[in-house]
């Protein structure tokens, strides 16, 4: 592994994080069927998540195509567990971090997917689905929209799903094969 992975991480903000292969993620239609649910309110608005992302056998397939996932996390306090703002807030500073993470480490990468939480958010107004992406090579689909069961990646992956009182944490995925010098 070329890349100094820890220096890394620690730039671009990330809490935790831990890699693992391919066939030890779980995708689950359950999963699928939260995001159905539409508690975000991300479903079938953006072209990151359901239903564009594809059905849970071809996000599978798009992920097995490549050896390994490196999982990463953001951590942000909440000034209470009704905080929604500060929700907000960590999740577009985590869609920050996804990015950095993705610009720092792309030197190291050939082919690569980068997954990452819900909504793109690179757009004021998404054009799904009267038009195709604009940057489709930019977006970060969803991680659990791709009905990967986040819980136990992090387990698998040795990272905290929850981390204490007043906190949000989200997680985002980058599938790889190597790193390289
Ligand atoms: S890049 Fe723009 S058009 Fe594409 S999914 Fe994101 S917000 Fe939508």
Not at 61 to 82: H, I, P, Q, T
């Amino acid at each position: 592994m070329g890349a100094d992975l820890r220096g890394i991480a620690d730039r671009a903000g990330v809490f935790q994080y831990g890699v693992i292969g391919t066939p030890d993620i779980d995708f689950s239609e359950e999963v699928r069927k939260m995001c159905e649910a539409n508690v975000c309110r991300k479903y079938a608005a953006t072209w990151a998540c359901p239903p564009a992302v594809g059905t849970v056998d071809e996000c599978r397939a798009k992920c097995l195509r490549f050896r390994n996932v490196l999982v990463f996390s953001g951590k942000y306090d909440l000034e209470d567990s009704f905080d929604y703002e500060g929700m907000m807030g960590g999740m577009e500073s985590f869609k920050r971090t996804a990015r950095e993470l993705e610009a720092l480490l792309k030197p190291h990468l050939g082919e690569y997917l980068m997954l990452a939480n819900e909504g793109c958010g690179i757009c004021d107004a998404c054009t799904y689905p009267a038009r195709p992406c604009r940057f489709p090579d930019r977006v970060h689909g969803s991680i659990e929209g791709y009905g990967i069961f986040v819980d136990k990646l992090a387990e698998a992956a040795g990272m905290n799903y929850i981390n204490g009182r007043n906190t949000v944490t989200y997680f985002g995925g980058l599938f790889y094969d190597d790193f390289t010098d």
